[in-house]
């Protein structure tokens, strides 16, 4: 949460401080709602075309790359390791990490498959996140 510092001089909060902070407020709701939706879902809000309007390869591929995604955030949960840790262990960046887990348009499937494998993941688990 991100929170305004300014020089208090009356007991009471300025109105444009607290307008400002229930719209930060109501825009992270939103985003944490948004994360919680399917991919399919989240595509449609996030490009022009509808999700409808996507090949089914494409709904898969998509779909598919969500589910690596997940897993390797479920992963580096369950290894107890904050993302800079992970970081570390691939050589990038803390933010491409979350790049990877939020299943970043960037990314490749590739990527998210060497990473879990890296972190431990067998193949047979691989193989069964993606199914």
């Known amino acids: 949460m991100v929170v305004d510092v300014f020089e208090k001089k009356t007991g009471k909060t300025p109105k444009s401080i607290v307008d400002v902070c229930k719209t930060r407020l109501r825009n992270y709701d939103n985003e944490a709602n948004q994360a919680k939706k399917a991919p399919s879902q989240r595509l449609e809000n996030r490009n022009s075309r509808r999700a409808s309007e ?28 904050s993302q800079v840790e992970v970081a570390k262990l691939f050589k990038t960046s803390q ?37």
Not at 64 to 74: G, Q, T, V
């Open 95 to 131: 933010s491409r990490v979350a790049k990877m887990e939020a299943g970043n348009p960037s990314v490749s499937i590739d990527l998210l498959a060497k990473s879990l494998l890296a972190l431990g993941v067998s193949s047979k688990d691989l193989a069964k996140a993606i199914s």
């Open 54 to 81: 996507f090949s089914p390869e494409e709904v898969a591929y998509i779909e598919l790359k969500h589910a690596l995604s997940n897993s390797l955030r479920e992963r580096r949960s369950k290894e107890k390791l």
